[in-house]
């Protein structure tokens, strides 16, 4: 079982619809990171937490320390929001520990 | 303030041959990692560096490693290319090694043939 899973691997919504990714985790962690990946590969850094929740626009990140559990929501999405959404968490194993990476959502947003 | 960089952006290369890619993290950025993505395996962590240290290092073969210079820059080696190192190598840099958030390079597409 891998330390990140995320869900779903797959999501297609309409223009202006709310989409939620859930991302669970099973190992005690310092922080999590929400990226997002466009075709070409370039990855953008949406969101770093390790407590309670953040906003910028119309992205919305929250975790949950104690289940394990983080949620990445997008309000009134747009077709430029399509994207591979990852999540990665840093295990609070002291000063070695590395970024563990979930396999990512793809999100196609239509017109 | 110019983004992470890397270079090359795309590179083709025989089995066996030998590779670096080099990474010039965002000015004042003192930590390095690099990153692994493929479709079958994912992002998967490479190496970090900071002050020109190795300070953490992932479960990858000793045909890859790295340096880290003086000025922050990093370059990564990958030696007796096989097949299954073709990916796309990302870098991203960080302030320091306090876990703050990271920034991407554009990546280099490295493919074997």
């Known amino acids: 079982k891998n330390e990140v899973e995320q869900s779903p691997q797959n999501l297609t919504a309409q223009e202006g619809e709310f989409i939620t990714i859930n991302c669970s985790y099973s190992?005690?962690?310092?922080?999590l990171h929400w990226l997002q990946q466009h075709p070409g590969g370039g990855i953008v850094s949406l969101f770093m937490l390790s407590s309670g929740k953040k906003k910028h626009g119309r992205l919305i990140a929250t975790i949950n320390i104690q289940e394990k559990h983080s949620s990445l929501h997008i309000t009134a999405s747009h077709p430029r929001d399509s994207a591979v959404y990852i999540c990665?968490?840093?295990?609070?194993?002291?000063?070695?520990?590395?970024?563990?990476f979930g396999t990512g959502t793809r999100l196609q947003v239509t017109l | 303030k110019a983004g992470v960089t890397q270079t090359p952006r795309y590179l083709i290369k025989t089995r066996g041959q030998q590779v670096t890619l080099s990474c010039s993290p965002i000015s004042g950025h003192r930590s390095v990692s690099w990153y692994q993505q493929t479709p079958g395996q994912g992002l998967q962590f490479l190496f970090e560096y900071f002050s020109e240290t190795q300070r953490n290092k992932g479960n990858f073969p000793g045909r890859f490693s790295g340096r880290q210079f003086s000025n922050s820059r990093s370059e990564m080696n990958v030696s007796t290319l096989e097949l299954g190192d073709s990916a796309l190598y990302l870098c991203?840099?960080?302030?320091?090694?306090?876990?703050?958030?990271?920034?991407f390079g554009p990546g280099t597409r490295l493919t074997v043939l």
């Open positions: 991203a840099s960080s302030l320091d090694r306090n876990y703050n958030e990271q920034f």
């Open positions: 990665a968490v840093r295990p609070n194993t002291g000063t070695a520990s590395k970024l563990t």
């Open positions: 190992v005690g962690i310092s922080a």
